[in-house]
């Protein structure tokens, strides 16, 4: 099973609302990602969990919050979004990255947010 | 980070081969080069990865010219399923690391 299941599939969201993105992998992968896609535009990376553990953030404003509660589980609170944060957000799993540089990463469908 | 270079659209015809290029002339010896692909309304999927030698899979080949600057992705039969954006990506000490930093890729227009 290769499969990264990401819900909501849609999310509509006020900028006072708070709300979560899940994503769930069962491949036993210790390396887990968030995205950000915005229109017409490739994939920008947000975060990476290694062994549950916050490794990179690339300086994401604090409304965003990631969690790592277990190796399988990746969520994405938001808080006080702005519009300009509608995009669509993927999140991605992988063996934890060595220095060789060849893991694959396996990318959900992604969660398109749309803020009012 | 090593950068890449690829072309902004490519067009091809149903059952031929298409042959798409990524330049990438400040390449490090140890990068990996990654493609990645993104079909319509999905998340990104792993097509095929190389170093020095070409690489086959059963959904591409990869051919990595002799100095690493450049390579080419060949999809030997298109399909219409093959529509999508192709990302050409480096990995390495020099080509992002442990972060896949997708440049501004291909996008691959099939038609019947």
């Known amino acids: 099973d290769t499969e990264v299941t990401q819900t909501p599939k849609h999310l509509v969201m006020g900028m006072t609302n708070k709300k979560s993105l899940k994503c769930e992998q069962h491949m036993g992968h210790r390396a887990m990602y968030w995205y950000k896609q915005k229109a017409k535009k490739p994939p920008e990376l947000m975060f990476v969990y290694s062994y549950e553990k916050l490794s990179i953030n690339e300086s994401v404003p604090s409304r965003f919050s990631p969690e790592c509660p277990n190796s399988s589980l990746l969520n994405l609170h938001l808080h006080a979004l702005q519009p300009e944060d509608s995009a669509l957000y993927l999140c991605?799993?992988?063996?934890?990255?060595?220095?060789?540089?060849?893991?694959?990463?396996?990318f959900g469908p992604g969660t398109r947010l749309l803020v009012l | 980070d090593a950068k890449t270079t690829q072309p902004n659209s490519m067009e091809s015809n149903e059952e031929e081969p298409v042959h798409l290029p990524c330049n990438h002339s400040t390449i490090s010896g140890t990068d990996y080069i990654h493609w990645y692909r993104q079909l319509p309304s999905q998340g990104p999927e792993y097509v095929i990865h190389?170093?020095?030698s070409n690489v086959n899979n059963r959904m591409a080949s990869l051919a990595i010219a002799e100095d690493r600057k450049s390579s080419t992705l060949i999809l030997h039969r298109a399909t219409l399923r093959d529509a999508a954006v192709y990302y050409c990506?480096?990995?390495?000490?020099?080509?992002?690391?442990?972060?896949?930093?997708f440049g501004t890729g291909t996008q691959l227009k099939v038609e019947l």
């Open positions: 990506i480096l990995r390495g000490v020099t080509g992002g690391g442990n972060k896949l930093t």
């Open positions: 190389g170093l020095t």
């Open positions: 991605a799993s992988s063996q934890v990255p060595t220095l060789e540089y060849q893991e694959t990463q396996y």
